[in-house]
């Protein structure tokens, strides 16, 4: 059974901060999402990784993946107010390629 | 585009009560799933469909939850009898495909749901 984890759980961060939030899966795949979620609302899409070594940046977000390692990472770069919501990673797994999410990582910027 | 609809935005039932939520997915993508999204967790699937076919609904409580796409577009998630821990947001989500390039899902705006 595939098991997703991410950490931190919780993240308070100054404005203006660096921190980086990770995921670790336990079988091989090939594909690696991560998601927003702003409270009471549904899952926005940030990053698809689709290989070993693949980054992706997106303003201030940028999304790392090692198949090697079944690593993720989600650096935050200068942190913003904005940048406050929940982080899911989900990895894709199975015959029909299901998707298995972590716990997510709820993340408050403080000004 | 349209996205992923979904309704209602909101239930409130009573424990053994039953309820039915709706989804409608993306123009033209062929896979549809439903999760179960219980606060403070992640997403957990409960079923995904290809046109009218189940692909998987190993995690679906059978006794309880049931789920039906049956023209391949639009579907149903049933809960009957509802328990209190049914209480959680029911996300509707679609593909074009699954696997492949075009895996990714797009979420609808969920059903959140509360049984008391």
């Known amino acids: 059974e595939l098991k997703v984890e991410q950490n931190p759980l919780f993240l308070s961060m100054q404005e203006g901060k660096n921190y980086t939030i990770y995921c670790n899966y336990s079988?091989?795949?090939?594909?690696l999402y991560w998601y927003r979620q702003d409270p009471g609302k549904s899952l926005e899409s940030l990053f698809v990784?689709?290989?070993?070594?693949a980054v992706k940046q997106e303003g201030r977000l940028m999304a790392s993946l090692d198949t090697k390692a079944r690593l993720s990472t989600l650096h935050i770069t200068a942190a913003v107010h904005d940048l406050s919501a929940t982080y899911f990673c989900?990895?894709?797994?199975?015959?029909?390629?299901?998707?298995?999410f972590g716990s997510g990582t709820q993340l408050t910027v403080l000004p | 585009e349209a996205g992923v609809a979904q309704s209602p935005r909101y239930k409130i039932i009573e424990k053994r009560q039953s309820v039915a939520f709706w989804c409608n997915p993306i123009?033209?993508?062929?896979?549809l799933y439903w999760y179960q999204q219980i606060l403070g967790q992640g997403p957990k699937l409960l079923i995904q469909?290809?046109?009218?076919?189940?692909?998987?609904d190993s995690q679906l409580p059978k006794d309880r939850f049931s789920a039906e796409r049956l023209k391949g577009v639009d579907s149903t998630l049933k809960i009957q009898p509802a328990k209190l821990e049914d209480s959680a947001v029911y996300l509707c989500?679609?593909?074009?495909?699954?696997?492949?390039?075009?895996?990714?899902?797009?979420f609808g705006p969920g059903t959140r749901l509360t049984v008391l």
């Open positions: 469909f290809q046109n009218n076919g189940v692909v998987d």
């Open positions: 123009s033209g993508h062929a896979t």
């Open positions: 079988t091989t795949s090939d594909r």
């Open positions: 989500a679609s593909s074009f495909i699954s696997g492949g390039k075009g895996n990714e899902q797009f």
């Open positions: 989900a990895v894709n797994s199975g015959s029909a390629r299901q998707l298995t």
């Open positions: 990784l689709l290989s070993n070594g």
